[in-house]
C-alpha cells in the first residue's frame, strides 16, 4: 500500500462475507451489538448498534464508537449467503448426501489434499473428517450386524445393522455438523470452478456499491473482511472491484480500500486444479497498489492454515505481499473461555469475528469499528496495544498522533 499513514478513521464502510453457515441476519445483528458492547468494555469506548435493513441481497446496519478524542462511524453490510446455504440444506436427504460425497472426493481425488497436507496438515485432517464419520457409522453397521445375526436371524440382523448405521450417521450429524461439512464440500466443488449465477450478482451489486462510495470519497476507509470460505468470495468482490477503478494512488480520492481475511479457507479452494477464477483474482489484488491485503491466522484453530501466505502458497509472485499475521485466541479471551472450546472446532473458528475479552494485539472490532486503518493494524506485530491508553484515548504512538506505525 503506498498510501502513508495518516489521521484516525473517522468513517468506514465494511462489506463481511461469513463462511458456510446458516445465520440468519437478524442473528448475526444480534450477535454484532452484543459483541460490539464487549468491545466497548474492553477498550474503554462508548458503542451503539443502529437497527438493521435487511434485503434479499445484503443486511446492513450502522455502527459507533468513540473514545475520548476519536469518534468512528461505520456502515456495516453483509453479503447474504444464508438463504443460499438454505437450499442446499433443505434438499433431499439423499442429494445432501450423495452431492456432498461427490464434492468431497472431488477434492479428496486431486492434489488439493496433498497440499493440505504439505500446508496444514491438521486441515487434512479435518478434510478427512466427514469420510472417517461415513467409514465408522458404516463399520459400526457392520459389527451390529454381524454380532446380532446369531440371535435373531440374517433379516433382522441385517435391519437392526442399518440401523445402527442410520444411528450413526444421525449422531455425527447433531454432534459433528456431518451434513453441514458435506453440504459444505459440495458447496466449494462449484466455487472452486465458478461464480454461480446469484452469487456473481450479489458480488456485483456489492462492487457497484463500494465503487461508488470510493468514487464519491464517502468513507475514509472501505474494508473488506472475508471469514472461512467467505475469504474465497471477498477476493473475487476485491477483483471486481479493482477492475472499475484506476490504479495507483494518485488524484483527488482520499478513500483507503484493504481487504481483511480471517481463519482463511482462501488455500481449501485455491490448491484445486480447477481454482483458476480465484487464482485470477488472488494475483489481481496482489499485484494493485490500490489495496492493501491483511491475513490472519491462528494455530489454535483447525480449519486454516497458519504460518502460510495463501498467494505464495497458490504459486503466484505477489508484486504487494500480503501482511500474514497470527491471532492469538489465547490472548483474547481467558483461558477458562478457550478451554472450553478446546474440542468445539466451530466455534472457535468463529472466534475471528466475536469480540475479544482481553486486549490483544488481534481484534476484528477494532478493524470494523475502530479508529485505525486496517492497513496501520495489520502492519503493527502488536495491533492498537500501545495506541489506546486505559481510558481508551489515543496515545502518542498511534499512528497520525505521534510515532508512525511499526512496519
Given at each position: 500500500m503506498?498510501?502513508?499513514?495518516?489521521?484516525?478513521?473517522?468513517?468506514?464502510?465494511?462489506?463481511h462475507?461469513?463462511?458456510?453457515?446458516?445465520t440468519?441476519?437478524?442473528?448475526?445483528?444480534?450477535?454484532?451489538g452484543?459483541?460490539?458492547?464487549?468491545?466497548?468494555?474492553?477498550?474503554?469506548?462508548?458503542?451503539?448498534?443502529?437497527?438493521?435493513?435487511?434485503?434479499?441481497?445484503?443486511?446492513?446496519?450502522?455502527?459507533?464508537?468513540?473514545?475520548?478524542d476519536?469518534?468512528?462511524?461505520t456502515?456495516?453490510r453483509?453479503?447474504?449467503l444464508?438463504?443460499?446455504?438454505?437450499?442446499?440444506?433443505?434438499?433431499?436427504?439423499?442429494?445432501?448426501i450423495?452431492?456432498?460425497i461427490?464434492?468431497?472426493?472431488?477434492?479428496?481425488l486431486?492434489?488439493?489434499?496433498?497440499?493440505?497436507?504439505?500446508?496444514?496438515w491438521?486441515?487434512?485432517?479435518?478434510?478427512?473428517?466427514?469420510?472417517?464419520?461415513?467409514?465408522?457409522?458404516?463399520m459400526a453397521?457392520?459389527?451390529?450386524?454381524w454380532?446380532?445375526?446369531a440371535?435373531?436371524g440374517?433379516?433382522?440382523?441385517?435391519?437392526?445393522?442399518?440401523?445402527?448405521f442410520?444411528?450413526?450417521?444421525?449422531l455425527?450429524?447433531k454432534?459433528?455438523?456431518?451434513f453441514?461439512?458435506?453440504?459444505?464440500?459440495?458447496?466449494?466443488?462449484?466455487?472452486?470452478?465458478?461464480?454461480?449465477?446469484?452469487?456473481?450478482?450479489?458480488?456485483?451489486e456489492?462492487r457497484?456499491?463500494?465503487?461508488?462510495?470510493?468514487?464519491?470519497?464517502?468513507?475514509?476507509?472501505?474494508?473488506?473482511i472475508?471469514?472461512s470460505?467467505?475469504?474465497?468470495?471477498?477476493?473475487?468482490?476485491?477483483?471486481?472491484?479493482?477492475?472499475?477503478?484506476p490504479?495507483?494512488?494518485?488524484?483527488?480520492?482520499?478513500t483507503?480500500?484493504?481487504?481483511?481475511?480471517?481463519?482463511?479457507?482462501?488455500?481449501?479452494?485455491?490448491?484445486?486444479?480447477?481454482?483458476a477464477?480465484?487464482?485470477?483474482?488472488?494475483?489481481?489484488?496482489?499485484?494493485?497498489s490500490?489495496?492493501?491485503?491483511?491475513?490472519y491466522?491462528?494455530?489454535?484453530?483447525?480449519?486454516?492454515?497458519?504460518?502460510?501466505?495463501?498467494?505464495?502458497a497458490?504459486?503466484?509472485?505477489?508484486?504487494?505481499?500480503?501482511?500474514?499475521?497470527?491471532?492469538?485466541?489465547?490472548?483474547?479471551?481467558?483461558?477458562e473461555?478457550?478451554?472450553?472450546?478446546?474440542?468445539?472446532?466451530?466455534?472457535?473458528?468463529?472466534?475471528?469475528?466475536?469480540?475479544?475479552?482481553?486486549?490483544?494485539?488481534?481484534?476484528?472490532?477494532?478493524?470494523?469499528?475502530?479508529?485505525?486503518?486496517c492497513?496501520?493494524?495489520?502492519?503493527?506485530?502488536?495491533?492498537?496495544?500501545?495506541?489506546?491508553?486505559?481510558?481508551?484515548?489515543?496515545?502518542?504512538?498511534?499512528?497520525?498522533?505521534?510515532s508512525?506505525?511499526?512496519?
Open positions: 503506498t498510501v502513508p499513514s495518516g489521521p484516525v478513521v473517522r468513517s468506514r464502510l465494511v462489506v462475507i461469513h463462511g458456510y453457515q446458516l440468519a441476519p437478524e442473528r448475526f445483528h444480534r450477535r454484532f452484543r459483541d460490539l458492547a464487549t468491545f466497548g468494555e474492553t477498550w474503554s469506548a462508548k458503542t451503539a448498534t443502529g437497527l438493521p435493513e435487511i434485503s434479499p441481497r445484503q443486511a446492513r446496519w450502522s455502527a459507533e464508537a468513540a473514545g475520548p476519536w469518534r468512528t462511524r456502515d456495516y453483509i453479503i447474504r444464508d438463504d443460499l446455504i438454505a437450499q442446499g440444506h433443505h434438499r433431499p436427504l439423499l442429494d445432501r450423495v452431492l456432498g461427490r464434492g468431497l472426493f472431488d477434492f479428496l486431486d492434489p488439493a489434499i496433498l497440499g493440505y497436507f504439505r500446508y496444514g491438521r486441515y487434512a485432517i479435518f478434510t478427512l473428517a466427514p469420510l472417517a464419520m461415513m467409514v465408522a457409522a458404516v453397521g457392520l459389527a451390529a450386524g454380532w446380532l445375526s440371535p435373531l440374517p433379516m433382522l440382523a441385517a435391519l437392526a445393522g442399518l440401523a445402527v442410520a444411528a450413526a450417521i444421525a455425527c450429524s454432534k459433528f455438523f456431518l453441514i461439512l458435506l453440504e459444505d464440500w459440495a458447496f466449494a466443488s462449484v466455487l472452486a470452478r465458478r461464480l454461480e449465477p446469484e452469487l456473481a450478482a450479489r458480488l456485483d456489492a457497484r456499491e463500494v465503487q461508488a462510495a470510493v468514487e464519491a470519497d464517502a468513507y475514509d476507509e472501505v474494508l473488506l472475508g471469514h470460505l467467505g475469504a474465497v468470495m471477498i477476493l473475487h468482490l476485491a477483483e471486481m472491484l479493482l477492475a472499475g477503478l490504479e495507483g494512488t494518485s488524484g483527488s480520492c482520499r483507503r480500500i484493504a481487504v481483511l481475511t480471517i481463519g482463511s479457507s482462501v488455500l481449501k479452494i485455491g490448491l484445486h486444479s480447477a481454482a477464477p480465484l487464482r485470477r483474482a488472488t494475483a489481481a489484488v496482489t499485484a494493485s490500490r489495496l492493501v491485503w491483511a491475513d491466522w491462528s494455530q489454535h484453530d483447525v480449519m486454516n492454515f497458519p504460518y502460510v501466505d495463501p498467494a505464495v497458490m504459486g503466484l509472485t505477489p508484486v504487494h505481499p500480503t501482511i500474514s499475521r497470527k491471532a492469538t485466541f489465547r490472548h483474547m479471551i481467558s483461558p473461555a478457550l478451554r472450553a472450546l478446546r474440542f468445539d472446532f466451530f466455534r472457535k473458528h468463529n472466534l475471528f469475528f466475536h469480540a475479544a475479552t482481553r486486549r490483544s494485539e488481534y481484534d476484528y472490532f477494532l478493524f470494523a469499528c475502530g479508529p485505525f486503518f492497513g496501520d493494524l495489520a502492519r503493527s506485530r502488536e495491533g492498537a496495544l500501545a495506541w489506546l491508553d486505559a481510558a481508551g484515548a489515543l496515545t502518542d504512538k498511534a499512528p497520525g498522533v505521534g508512525p506505525s511499526e512496519a
